[in-house]
C-alpha cells in the first residue's frame, strides 16, 4: 500500500481565518514533506521532515506553520494567509531521505 | 547550479503512435532521477526511479532510461488513459538527498 492521504481534498478561506491541512501514511516512511504547487508548475517544496524532525524550511513564510505530531501524521497550520497563497497543497513521505517520494492528492486551496 | 530541463513542452499522439519524453540535467552529482505522472488537480503518482547510467526500467507501456546528460521516457502504443503531465526530478549531492528538483514537465495528450 503506497497511499498518503490528505484533508481537506477543497478549502476556502480568508485572510484573516486560521485553518489547519492534514496529511497521514501508515507506510512506515519516516519522512514527510509539504509541497505547493500552482498551476501549470512544477511541484515546490516546502517543509521536510525526517525522523519527526523538521529538517528542511524553504524559506518559507511564518504564516505556514508545519507540525509532525508523530512519524504518520503531518499538519501544515495557516494564518493570515494572502491570495497568490492559492495554490494545490502536496504532502508526500518516503521511506527515508533519498528514496523514491509517494504524493497524497493534494488540498486545493483558495485564499479569498 | 542544478538544473532539469523537460521536453517537448507538449506533445499530442494517436493512440499506438509511440514516442519519448526528455528530460535532460545539469547537475554537480547525481544521487538518483525520477519519474512521475501527474493528473490534473491531483498528486503525482511515482513512476521509475534511475540511479546510474545504462539503467533501464519498465512498466506496462513505459520505460526509461538514463545516461549521464539525460533520461528518456519512451511510451509504446500509447492509450488514451496515458494522457497527463509527466514530470522528472532528481536528488543530487548539491541538495542532500532530501530535496528533489523538479522539471516543468511535459503535457502529454493521446487522442483515439
Known amino acids: 500500500d503506497t497511499e498518503v492521504t490528505q484533508t481537506p481534498k477543497h478549502l476556502v478561506m480568508g485572510m484573516t481565518n486560521k485553518k489547519s491541512l492534514k496529511c497521514e501514511q501508515h507506510?512506515?516512511?519516516?519522512?514527510m514533506y509539504w509541497y505547493k504547487q500552482k498551476a501549470k508548475k512544477p511541484p515546490e517544496l516546502m517543509f521536510v521532515?525526517?525522523?519527526?524532525?523538521?529538517?528542511i524550511n524553504e524559506s518559507v513564510p511564518s504564516r505556514f506553520s508545519p507540525e509532525c505530531p508523530n512519524s504518520s501524521l503531518l499538519n501544515l497550520h495557516l494564518h493570515a494567509l494572502q491570495p497568490e497563497d492559492s495554490a494545490l497543497y502536496l504532502c508526500?513521505?518516503?521511506?527515508?531521505?533519498?528514496?523514491?517520494?509517494?504524493f497524497g492528492p493534494g488540498t486545493r486551496l483558495t485564499v479569498t | 547550479e542544478d538544473q532539469v530541463t523537460q521536453s517537448p513542452e507538449a506533445l499530442r499522439l494517436q493512440e499506438g503512435e509511440s514516442s519519448s519524453l526528455n528530460c535532460s540535467y545539469t547537475?554537480?552529482?547525481?544521487?538518483?532521477l525520477f519519474w512521475y505522472r501527474q493528473d490534473p488537480g491531483k498528486g503525482p503518482e511515482f513512476l521509475f526511479t534511475?540511479?546510474?547510467a545504462g539503467e533501464e526500467k519498465e512498466k506496462e507501456r513505459l520505460k526509461a532510461t538514463l545516461t549521464k546528460k539525460e533520461s528518456f521516457l519512451h511510451i509504446t502504443a500509447p492509450k488514451p488513459e496515458d494522457s497527463a503531465t509527466y514530470l522528472c526530478?532528481?536528488?543530487?549531492?548539491?541538495?542532500?538527498?532530501?530535496?528533489?528538483?523538479f522539471g516543468t514537465g511535459t503535457r502529454l495528450l493521446v487522442s483515439p
Open positions: 508526500a513521505s518516503s521511506q527515508g531521505t533519498g528514496w523514491e517520494q509517494y
Open positions: 507506510m512506515g516512511h519516516r519522512a
Open positions: 521532515y525526517s525522523y519527526e524532525k523538521l529538517s
Open positions: 547537475v554537480s552529482g547525481l544521487r538518483g
Open positions: 534511475l540511479y546510474s
Open positions: 526530478a532528481v536528488q543530487t549531492s548539491n541538495t542532500g538527498f532530501q530535496k528533489l528538483v
